[in-house]
């Protein structure tokens, strides 16, 4: 890995120069992002933005609890120091952590954390259980997850305040 990132740093530097300098400079993101630790793809990438321009906090389901002492840190830095104006929470479909939360099997201390999505399927289960295919099932729950969770951000005191104040 140290050998990775030596190459990955020459690579860098042959592409563009001043990239690290740009990196020593105080981030101004406008966006927060809260999304799943999937890693196949950088969350600014994905959003098509650059160095700076999102501050991205990921964790398994991309959820947002408020009582995670973590995201709420992320939340309140974001917005009160770095002063971004947009929160964008994000799902994805195929979600392992949306799977695992659907499926009857004892994964240790993950099942404190996938209990927050296994609620979103108690507040929905009359809708759910309506939906006869697994897939589109799945699907659904992945689109309601990501609308609870906005609903758990818009709840903090964080937030309201910055709403309160704009």
Known sequence: LIANNQQWVEKTKERDAVYFDKLSRP?????????????????NEMLGLGLGEVFVHRN????VPGNDLNAL???????????VTDIIVTGHYDCG???????????????NWLRQIRDVYRLHKNYLDLIDDSED????????NVVEQC??????????RARHNT
């Open 27 to 43: 981030q101004t993101p406008k966006y927060l992002y809260f999304g799943c630790s999937d890693s196949r793809v950088p969350a």
């Open 60 to 63: 398994v389901g991309n959820l």
């Open 73 to 83: 840190s992320v939340l309140e830095y974001a917005v009160t120091h770095l002063k």
């Open 97 to 111: 952590a949306i799977r695992a939360a659907s499926s009857r099997q004892d994964l240790g201390l993950l099942e």
């Open 137 to 144: 099932r799945h699907t659904s729950l992945v689109e309601l």
């Open 151 to 160: 609903l758990n951000l818009y709840k903090t005191g964080v937030v309201q």
